[in-house]
């Protein structure tokens, strides 16, 4: 991703100089999805603005305190609903689409941290040790993500929430701890009282990562395993996950390159709880200069049927 950096000088009176960074970056992406559902289909354009403004500044004793936040807009995030009109009658001539109000749009919840060394301390909007294990998101399919079926945990634990407080509305903690090719990260947060932690570990071009959880939710993710390398020209991730009360859902991923600029991502998954198997794949091609064309269609665990197809630009 290209970044545009604003190298910021903060002048303190009579306390010298200190040196802080402002980091820009995101996306746009826009395009069009196709939904086909029991209750009927749809085709509907789709778009997302997101930019993020990462902070820092260092103290005197080598400490790196920032804050990460987004603006985030999609075309989605105005609530729409069907007023029936003056004669109180849904499906009549007088009936008219009104605004019910923003879902998700403008700043969300900051993620503040310290780091020194291979250890780093969040608070507020924290990643979430479970969302943020490796494996949890092997591909990014299509233009949106078509529906994330092939994420094992199911959305079962504390993440980053773009649009929201995330777990800054409810005292979310983490610690994340790196040396060499060893990883740990627990964190913490007030949302049914979760308590959760992975490791993970790379060898000889592989990783495989542990997560546990604890939670008053019965519904939330309990135990999850991945492990993820390359197998001849594809690059290939194995995840599952006990989810509580929802049962056990296991995911096979993997991408590959069909030239220089194009590659192939697919996945199928089986849930417990949904009454079908999932299956999706898709494209992405490289137009040069942070920009790609991608598409794809997924065939849900719920049944349903999802593809897109559109242009993102990085910056």
């Given at each position: 991703m290209k970044k545009v950096l604003f190298a910021t000088t903060a002048l303190v009176a009579t306390a010298g100089v200190a040196a802080a960074d402002v980091t820009f970056s995101g996306y746009g992406r826009f395009g069009i999805i196709y939904n086909d559902t029991a209750a009927g289909d749809s085709t509907d354009i789709t778009s997302r603005f997101r930019?993020?403004?990462?902070?820092?500044?260092?103290?005197?004793g080598g400490v790196t305190f920032g804050a990460r936040v987004r603006i985030q807009q999609n075309n989605t995030d105005d609530l729409q609903s069907i007023n029936a009109g003056p004669d109180g009658t849904?499906?009549?001539?007088?009936?008219?689409?009104?605004?019910?109000?923003?879902?998700?749009?403008?700043?969300?919840?900051?993620?503040?941290?310290?780091?020194?060394?291979?250890?780093e301390v969040g608070v507020g909007n924290i990643f979430g040790a479970i969302e943020f294990m490796p494996g949890q998101y092997p591909i990014d399919l299509g233009l949106t993500g078509l529906g994330y079926d092939y994420t094992a945990y199911n959305f079962g634990a504390d993440a980053y929430s773009s649009g929201g407080n995330g777990a800054a509305g409810s005292n979310g903690v983490e610690a994340i701890y790196s040396a060499g090719d060893l990883n740990i990260h627990v964190s913490a947060s007030d949302t049914n009282d979760r308590v959760a932690g992975h490791i993970a570990y790379t060898f000889s071009g592989w990783t495989v990562a542990l997560g546990l959880q604890d939670s008053n939710n019965a519904a939330d993710t309990e135990v999850t395993a991945s492990v993820g390398g390359s197998i001849g020209p594809a690059d290939v991730t194995l995840t599952w996950a006990d989810n509580g009360t929802k049962g056990d859902q296991i995911v096979l991923a993997g991408r590959f390159d069909v030239g220089a600029a194009t590659n192939i991502e697919a996945y199928i998954a089986d849930a417990d709880n949904q009454p079908d198997t999932g299956y999706?794949?898709?494209?992405?091609?490289?137009?040069?200069?942070?920009?790609?064309?991608r598409g794809g269609i997924a065939k849900r665990l719920s049944g349903d049927t999802r593809a897109d197809l559109g242009v993102r630009f990085n910056f």
């Amino acid at each position: 991703m290209k970044k545009v950096l604003f190298a910021t000088t903060a002048l303190v009176a009579t306390a010298g100089v200190a040196a802080a960074d402002v980091t820009f970056s995101g996306y746009g992406r826009f395009g069009i999805i196709y939904n086909d559902t029991a209750a009927g289909d749809s085709t509907d354009i789709t778009s997302r603005f997101r930019l993020q403004i990462d902070t820092t500044a260092e103290s005197d004793g080598g400490v790196t305190f920032g804050a990460r936040v987004r603006i985030q807009q999609n075309n989605t995030d105005d609530l729409q609903s069907i007023n029936a009109g003056p004669d109180g009658t849904a499906g009549t001539a007088d009936d008219f689409v009104q605004n019910a109000g923003p879902a998700g749009t403008g700043i969300n919840g900051v993620r503040f941290f310290a780091r020194s060394g291979g250890l780093e301390v969040g608070v507020g909007n924290i990643f979430g040790a479970i969302e943020f294990m490796p494996g949890q998101y092997p591909i990014d399919l299509g233009l949106t993500g078509l529906g994330y079926d092939y994420t094992a945990y199911n959305f079962g634990a504390d993440a980053y929430s773009s649009g929201g407080n995330g777990a800054a509305g409810s005292n979310g903690v983490e610690a994340i701890y790196s040396a060499g090719d060893l990883n740990i990260h627990v964190s913490a947060s007030d949302t049914n009282d979760r308590v959760a932690g992975h490791i993970a570990y790379t060898f000889s071009g592989w990783t495989v990562a542990l997560g546990l959880q604890d939670s008053n939710n019965a519904a939330d993710t309990e135990v999850t395993a991945s492990v993820g390398g390359s197998i001849g020209p594809a690059d290939v991730t194995l995840t599952w996950a006990d989810n509580g009360t929802k049962g056990d859902q296991i995911v096979l991923a993997g991408r590959f390159d069909v030239g220089a600029a194009t590659n192939i991502e697919a996945y199928i998954a089986d849930a417990d709880n949904q009454p079908d198997t999932g299956y999706g794949i898709d494209f992405n091609h490289d137009l040069g200069g942070g920009t790609s064309l991608r598409g794809g269609i997924a065939k849900r665990l719920s049944g349903d049927t999802r593809a897109d197809l559109g242009v993102r630009f990085n910056f």
